[in-house]
């Protein structure tokens, strides 16, 4: 059997063997490390690195204090702890909030938890209010807490574990009605999640056909495998409109060529800042480039983005060892555009919703479900390489939204606000969401890539934990497999279904 020969980008990744190679540098004004040589085998490593905040976020709380009431307080506390001045300083709140120099005088909310202990039993002293500031930073999907945490992992590069037990819901709308299957019971090892063992999470994407044709000669004919590897199934996406700058341009193309994985760009921009390299995917259509434009990228991409199948043909003849991948909205009208686009021989997909994960009426969760259905219904699932993105904004989103059908994720908005972005309103899509950059990023890329690669490693992180509990060994095994997650719905409906009232 005659395989076609392999692409040039093809099976490049570092973690594949021995005969794995760099990629290419990103551009020539942003020298990143060069990669092992080829022989050199290296398991697939993030390198995180503490990277501390550029701006503090605002304490959640505020801690509002009647001084006159405190002094009452205060004065009859010494009375009955007299000597005790441990207790006496700890008083009303065992956190510290009024624990510094001057006591209460002067309450440290950044410590404060938000118990409300103090407030219930001294109200007369003590009120704890939200701070509205702190509520800026976020919008009503991607809400401060999880700001807090994106922030949290950017720096340190590792999922927090926070003590006490969750305190959260155990359900709730979107990917919060999605429970994973962890059972001990199907856990053989842990070995993959430390290091002893590889889970990996390498993604093909691309064309597989179901079979190879060869003609008379005995060489290929029809469609061959055409698939590029990436070593997370995480790319990531064009920024907002907003925060498109040529620091931040600078930044994604980096962090792509260090993770292994690919940054989409629009094509527009890649020329105006001398960016190219085979970690870049150019995006083509209306007030994003020109596919003529591609001819002037001082390296072929391996992929472009294209966002009208009408431009497919134009894209090939600029760039033909391109894999050509179709960025479709959940807009009415996504199933028909979907199977005419791979019967157009499109075999990348890019699926977006918005940033809070609407279209087409429904959540991204549900139409991703449907997308992959859709495709195993008519027979092309395996042919096609589903990437979605818009609402995935947590680590553990991005095994859900795996489970639920997709080859690979694009992220957006986490992406800024690790790089602590501060949303000016409601982000709700790539052209309508503000931000306010950090102090001092421009020109400093390389505490952005820090801070995206350390996110990055905190959800692999978090992927690697959800496929070693389940006993998967590389996550190209979980993409659809809706049988490892439970539905809060079902389960709901399962339970209480025949109780009177269920459902009202
Ligand atoms: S709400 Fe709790 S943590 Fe905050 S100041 Fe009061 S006692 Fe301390």
């Given at each position: 059997m005659t395989l076609a020969p392999p692409r040039p980008d093809v099976g490049r990744a570092r973690t594949t063997g021995p005969d794995s190679e760099p990629l290419a540098e990103p551009n020539a004004s942003a020298p990143r490390p060069p990669a092992p040589p080829p022989e050199h085998y290296q398991r697939y490593h993030i390198d995180t690195r503490h990277m501390p905040d550029r701006a503090d976020l605002p304490t959640r709380f505020r801690v509002e204090v009647n001084r006159f009431e405190l002094a009452k307080l205060l004065f009859k506390e010494i009375r009955e702890y007299w000597g005790d001045w441990d207790v006496v300083l700890s008083r009303p709140c065992v956190y510290g909030v009024f624990s510094g120099p001057v006591g209460g005088f002067a309450p440290r909310p950044h410590l404060c938890v938000g118990c409300l202990r103090c407030t219930i039993q001294h109200p007369e002293a003590v009120t704890i209010r939200r701070n509205p500031q702190w509520q800026a930073w976020g919008d009503e999907y991607l809400k401060p807490a999880m700001v807090e945490t994106l922030q949290q992992e950017a720096a340190l590069g590792a999922v927090p574990v926070k003590g006490q037990g969750y305190r959260g819901r155990m359900g709730g709308p979107g990917w919060d009605g999605i429970w994973t299957d962890m059972s001990e019971i199907v856990r053989p090892t842990r070995d993959g999640i430390h290091g002893r063992e590889t889970i990996s999470t390498v993604v093909d994407l691309g064309a597989k056909p179901m079979y190879l044709r060869f003609d008379a000669a005995g060489m290929p004919a029809g469609e061959t495998p055409a698939v590029s590897q990436v070593q997370l199934p995480m790319v990531l996406d064009m920024p907002p409109v907003h925060a498109m700058t040529p620091t931040i341009a600078a930044i994604w193309a980096a962090t792509a060529h260090d993770l292994q994985t690919l940054a989409l760009l629009p094509l527009r921009v890649m020329r105006e800042e001398g960016l190219s390299g085979s970690q870049l995917v150019p995006v083509v259509g209306p007030g994003l480039g020109d596919p003529a434009g591609l001819a002037e990228l001082a390296r072929a991409p391996r992929m472009v983005e294209i966002t009208d199948a009408a431009l497919a043909d134009e894209v090939r003849a600029a760039a033909p060892a391109a894999q050509v991948a179709l960025r479709l909205p959940f807009a009415p009208g996504w199933r028909d555009a979907l199977l005419g686009a791979i019967a157009q021989g499109l075999r990348v997909i890019h699926l977006t919703a918005d940033y809070h994960g609407r279209g087409d009426g429904a959540f991204i969760r549900d139409l991703v479900i449907e997308a992959h259905t859709l495709l195993v219904e008519q027979g092309l699932r395996?042919?096609?390489?589903?990437?979605?993105?818009?609402?995935?904004?947590?680590?553990?989103?991005?095994?859900?939204?795996?489970?639920?059908?997709?080859?690979?994720?694009?992220?957006?908005?986490?992406?800024?606000?690790?790089?602590?972005?501060?949303?000016?309103?409601?982000?709700?899509?790539?052209?309508?969401?503000?931000?306010?950059?950090?102090?001092?990023?421009?020109?400093?890329?390389?505490?952005?890539?820090?801070?995206?690669?350390?996110?990055?490693?905190?959800?692999?992180?978090?992927?690697?934990?959800?496929?070693?509990?389940?006993?998967?060994?590389?996550?190209?095994?979980?993409?659809?497999?809706?049988?490892?997650?439970?539905?809060?719905?079902d389960l709901q409906r399962e339970a209480f279904g025949g109780i009177d009232g269920f459902g009202d």
């Open positions: 395996d042919q096609v390489t589903l990437i979605g993105g818009g609402g995935v904004v947590m680590a553990e989103h991005v095994p859900k939204a795996i489970i639920c059908g997709l080859d690979a994720v694009s992220l957006d908005t986490p992406l800024l606000l690790a790089l602590q972005f501060q949303p000016d309103g409601s982000m709700e899509s790539r052209e309508t969401a503000r931000f306010v950059a950090p102090p001092g990023l421009e020109g400093d890329t390389d505490w952005g890539v820090q801070r995206l690669k350390n996110l990055c490693c905190a959800w692999r992180d978090q992927l690697l934990e959800i496929l070693g509990a389940m006993g998967i060994r590389e996550v190209r095994r979980l993409r659809g497999e809706l049988g490892r997650a439970m539905f809060q719905e």
